[in-house]
């Protein structure tokens, strides 16, 4: 098994563990987000989907700044940021699914991903919020197309 396969895998159990909507998609979001997990933030604070720490810091995680590239007035700059350090993959999913959700009132994407039917249309409405990327739910969707077998074995062993 590659080590991408293996990758999904694991982000799908603890995106399932998390009782994530569309497990799959998110254990594709979070090899964009994350760079396969080899991120120093993933790496550093389990952190898959470059959650940027509220204030106050979310309950039983901790705070680590690193810098990051965003995509800002048509042109990617790197700035510093904040961002929130989880104890574990299923803590970040269950973090994740709990933003989404509290800022589904401010963000109508969100909101939309949340009530989507398919997990296709999940990434297509909450990649337009979620990131400045403005190809990430392309990129998204693209991981998940390649590596299909790998949730189909998922789904088979569970």
């Not at 999913?93 to 994407?109: D, E, G, I, V």
């Not at 979620?130 to 392309?138: F, I, K, M, Q």
Request: hydrophobic share 45%; proline share 4%.
């Amino acid at each position: 098994m590659s080590i991408q396969s293996l990758f999904l895998s694991r982000a799908c159990s603890a995106a399932r563990a998390a009782h994530h909507i569309f497990p799959e998609y998110a254990a594709c979001e979070a090899a964009l987000e994350s760079g396969w997990g080899r991120s120093r933030l993933a790496v550093e604070a389990n952190n898959l989907f470059g959650q940027k720490q509220s204030h106050p810091p979310l309950a039983g995680t901790e705070t680590i700044a690193m810098p990051t590239r965003e995509y800002l007035h048509n042109h990617w700059m790197t700035v510093l940021a904040n961002w929130t350090k989880f104890p574990g993959w299923s803590e970040c999913f269950a973090a994740r699914m709990a933003l989404l959700q509290r800022l589904s009132n401010t963000f109508p994407h969100y909101q939309a991903a949340l009530k989507a039917a398919t997990g296709e249309q999940y990434v297509l409405a909450v990649s337009q919020s979620w990131s400045t990327d403005p190809e990430r739910a392309g990129k998204v969707l693209a991981v998940y197309d390649a590596h299909m077998s790998v949730f189909q074995a998922d789904r088979q062993a569970a």
